[in-house]
């Protein structure tokens, strides 16, 4: 089984993003149903010790999404009720949903206009007192230097929990994201740099944060699965979701782990042949991935008159996108609202581009000529 013959040619760019699978994710699915262990079991455990190598760490806790591993990330750097918790407004709602259920309130930080993420200086101008956490994301795979202001969160306690949900195998200078000393989340959702179709992983700082990081997702027990189902009894001795990674979704994280390689470099492929391409338009400009550090999850541009761009290309089939919406002008997150200049006016203005690695360059080259196609029509 080929990966074109699941990706026909014609549906390319009509869709924004889709996962892609290399073949030997069927069979690893099919073998995980016979053996008869759906869920967190062996094949979980292999993979977690598939990440903790790949990205040079002692371990790995997989979870079941990337909203679960931010909610037991923030759970273990102590965030509770009364918590704030420093969060972009430029992110998947997930991110602030996983600080609401901790019962903590986001206090939404602006952004850098050429990165989409936050930087040293909008984090300093969002802490409060009752900052417990900063939580940046890798908006489209690249990493977020804070070192500006590591000193100053350090002597306030602050502690910075990573949304790596986009930045799978993308590298801080010369270290993989996830192995900087950071708590750090990754989600292995539907679209993500990497697939368990759905699934997340945390990566712990010390053994003992690992340790509850399993109790954590599992209910609040205190022992390992391997020794409850060997006794009579268990102890529930902590806060706990219910967010263990099936066996069956582990294997599919193993196969696109084996193969991620493949995927790093059509990614960072796909996005050079975009930003040659877009450097030719006039007035789009090309939200920067550091793509020589980042495997790109995305590809964004700023457009003027952005919905009626959105709305031709899609008149057209052409799967572009939004992302995202910001999140303090959304109705569930009102009580935190304040303004945040540079969000707006970006989120006024940003379009994604169809984006995913069984995506040709060639396709990428016809995207920016309908996105041409879609200006002229609107100078018109
Ligand atoms: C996908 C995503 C999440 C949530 O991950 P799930 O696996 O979907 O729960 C969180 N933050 C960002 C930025 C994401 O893109």
Redesign the pocket.
């Given at each position: 089984m080929t990966a074109s013959a699941w990706f026909p040619q014609s549906s390319e760019v009509g869709r924004n993003a889709r996962p892609f699978l290399h073949g030997p994710e069927f069979d690893a699915v099919a073998q995980a149903l016979r053996d008869g262990q759906y869920g967190h079991g062996e094949v979980t455990e292999a993979f977690e010790g598939e990440l903790a190598s790949f990205l040079g760490v002692s371990d790995v806790v997989a979870v079941s999404?990337?909203?679960?591993a931010?909610e037991i990330a923030l759970l273990l750097a102590g965030v509770g009720p009364g918590d704030e918790v420093v969060v972009p407004s430029q992110?998947?709602c997930?991110?602030v949903r996983a600080v609401r259920a901790c019962g903590a309130t986001p206090r939404f930080a602006d952004i850098s206009p050429d990165s989409l993420c936050v930087d040293a200086d909008t984090v300093r101008e969002a802490l409060t007192p009752a900052t417990r956490v900063v939580l940046p994301?890798l908006?489209g795979g690249r990493a977020v230097d804070l070192a500006e202001v590591r000193d100053e969160l350090d002597d306030r306690g602050i502690v910075v929990v990573e949304?790596a949900?986009?930045a799978f195998g993308s590298r801080a200078k010369e270290r993989r994201v996830g192995n900087t000393g950071v708590l750090t989340c990754f989600?292995?959702?539907p679209i993500?740099n990497l697939t368990s179709v759905?699934?997340?992983a945390v990566v712990p700082r010390h053994p003992q944060e690992g340790l509850r990081a399993r109790r954590l997702r599992t209910l609040g027990i205190a022992q390992p699965q391997s020794e409850r189902i060997r006794t009579t009894s268990y102890s529930v001795t902590d806060r706990g979701l219910r967010a263990t990674l099936s066996s069956v979704h582990a294997a599919v994280g193993r196969v696109q782990l084996r193969r991620f390689a493949t995927v790093e470099e059509a990614r960072k492929a796909l996005w050079r042949a975009y930003a040659t391409r877009l450097a030719e338009v006039d007035g789009v400009g090309l939200v920067d991935v550091d793509v020589v550090h980042s495997v790109p999850f995305n590809c964004v541009v700023r457009v003027p008159e952005r919905d009626g761009v959105h709305a031709f290309m899609r008149s057209w089939n052409i799967g572009v996108g939004v992302h995202y919406p910001p999140n303090h002008l959304q109705p569930a997150f009102a009580p935190w609202h304040r303004p945040l200049p540079a969000t707006e006016r970006t989120a006024r203005e940003i379009l994604s581009l169809p984006f995913h690695p069984a995506m040709g360059e060639r396709a990428a080259l016809r995207v920016v000529e309908m996105l041409e196609r879609a200006l002229s029509r609107i100078k018109r």
């Open positions: 999404s990337g909203t679960a931010l992110t998947f997930a991110t994301v908006y949304d949900a986009h989600s292995f959702g993500k759905e699934g997340g």
